[in-house]
């Protein structure tokens, strides 16, 4: 079955190099060369939506513009492009935040996704004046899209929750269609809200027998709850005409970062209380305890699967690294396993865009895993495969 794909938007801004930061980092923390202007972004976005991606993601946090507003400002920018907000329940009301979602609906018919982030890092959540615990974030998270999706239902909701209390809330148009929520956790807490919520569950990229792991795990969750759930992977790529060239860009990327950066950085990402944090981190930590990081094969964890990212970066902090067919070969696993959208990014985002929009989908193209966006005419052959090895 054909699969779908997003971008992301580095709305901290751009870089030729790794930019830090991320999940788990204080404002500003992040470095990067390029600006993330309204009119970067949307070479970005028209780019991904000639390409036939479904949508592109905007995240939340202090490290980066916010993604609501980012996103109204860049769908005048396209025409059919979905954008995949990220945003917090609890740090706004879940009335206000039905009427925003159904606000933007509105006006962008079906181009509005959400991605539910409950939060993995207390001293950012304090930030934005949100004092709970995780597992309290969690509960609250559930209140929140039970009145949400209630909303958007055109009921009119009352609830006294131990988090949430409305009275009489009730949306004067509600959104049409609703908007699919994506929804990511790792934690023991997450599977069950996921289940009863979530359109979309989403995972980092570990190896594919780890999210084979979660799948099943979500999956049993859902049923449960007599629901069924589609799956997504964030993940980094960097895709050439040969393995050797993507490989060496690999190298490049670590050739730049120095011993006090790494250290500095993992500092900070290990403060997180976010479960998946603490798997991406595990993935490299090995690699950082004996020295060998700054060899860009050995954070090779699984075939094309580089922990190269996360040394600096929060969040996604891995790469499938490759010959265009390699990247291709490691997506169709991906999608044995039960993935069924992809959610990509590169760096620097627009040129690295180009060379997986030019190089992967054709090759996922002629396999029958994707299929959408615009196709002119039937090419004689597929442009810059190169050789796989």
Partial sequence: MPVKLHWFLPTYGDSRLIVGGGHGTPAGSAHSDRDASIDYLGSIVRAAE??????????????????????????????????????????????LSAQMAATFARHAPGRLLLNVVVGGEAHEQRSFGDFLDKDARYERCDEFLEVVRRLWAGETVTLDGKHIQVEEAALALPPNPIPPLYFGGSSKAAGPVAAKHSDVYLTWGEPPEAVQQKIEWIRKEAADEGRTVRFGIRLHTISRDTADEAWAQAGKFVDAL??????????????????????????????????????????????????????????????????????????????????????FSGYPHLEELYWFGEGVVPVLRERGLFDAGRVDSAPTSIPFLGTSR
């Fill in 50 to 95: 000639s390409f036939g991606f479904t949508g592109a993601l905007i995240p939340t946090g202090a490290w980066c513009e916010d993604a609501f507003i980012t996103a109204a400002l860049l769908a005048r920018e396209t025409t059919s492009l979905a954008f995949l907000v990220a945003f917090r329940p609890g740090l706004v009301s879940p009335t």
């Fill in 258 to 343: 120095d011993e006090e950066t790494v250290s500095k950085a993992q500092a900070g990402l290990s403060r997180s209380q976010s479960e998946g944090q603490k798997r991406m981190l595990a993935l490299h930590e090995a690699n950082r305890a004996n020295g060998s990081w700054n060899d860009a094969r050995s954070l090779e964890i699984a075939p094309n699967l580089w922990a190269g990212v996360g040394l600096v970066r929060g969040g996604a902090g891995t790469a499938l690294v490759g010959s265009h067919v390699e990247v291709a070969d490691r997506i169709a696993e991906y999608a044995e396993v039960g993935i069924d959208e992809f959610i």
